[in-house]
């Protein structure tokens, strides 16, 4: 991550697991929006050139969106990246920036673990002890839902490293623009 590297006032980069989860989420990221594209390309043309517009790719698309937004969600967050008002944090110094954003931390890990871990997997185990279909593609919805434990879990582990800054003084707030 070359933003991170260029920056003086951090003085290591993210370790190697870092990297590699970042590395495969990147990857992940790029094939389902590429197929996102094309299904939605695909769906404007069956509709206005042949039209009769394609169901299979109208909810494939909507699952399609639903795992690029949560996994795009979490790896925003491991990159430090999402929308934060940040304006207390960067008017505190010292150990009370450091507790606060121990506190914010912990509540974004809250959130994961209670609504997207533990809310999203008890989701995903009901949906697939009922084996609900899609009604086009037929695939189990457990898949579709299985993006909100995924997601969470991902988003606890960019918790876990945001921790480990803060107690360590690596974590910086970021400069204004970044």
Not at 102 to 115: K, P, Q, R
Not at 130 to 137: I, R, Y
Request: net charge positive; hydrophobic share 55%; proline share 5%.
């Amino acid at each position: 991550m070359p933003e991170i590297a260029a920056r003086p006032d951090i003085a290591s980069g993210p370790g190697p697991v870092q990297r590699a989860v970042d590395a495969v989420l990147r990857v992940i990221i790029s094939i389902i929006f590429a197929i996102l594209v094309v299904c939605v390309v695909w769906q404007v043309v069956s509709r206005y050139v042949f039209g009769t517009p394609s169901t299979v790719t109208d909810e494939l698309a909507r699952f399609l969106f639903m795992w690029l937004a949560l996994i795009g969600a979490a790896y925003t967050l491991g990159l430090k990246r999402h929308l934060a008002i940040d304006l207390l944090p960067l008017s505190l110094e010292g150990k009370a920036e450091r507790n606060l954003r121990m506190v914010i931390v912990g509540m974004v890990a809250a959130f994961a673990g209670l609504v997207m871990v533990y809310g999203g997997g008890k989701l995903l185990i009901g949906v697939l002890q009922t084996g609900q279909l899609s009604p086009v593609l037929r695939i189990q919805m457990g898949y579709v839902y299985g993006a909100i434990p995924f997601a969470g879990l991902v988003m606890l582990f960019y918790c876990a490293l945001s921790v480990r800054d803060i107690l360590s003084g690596r974590d910086v707030a970021p400069a204004m623009g970044d």
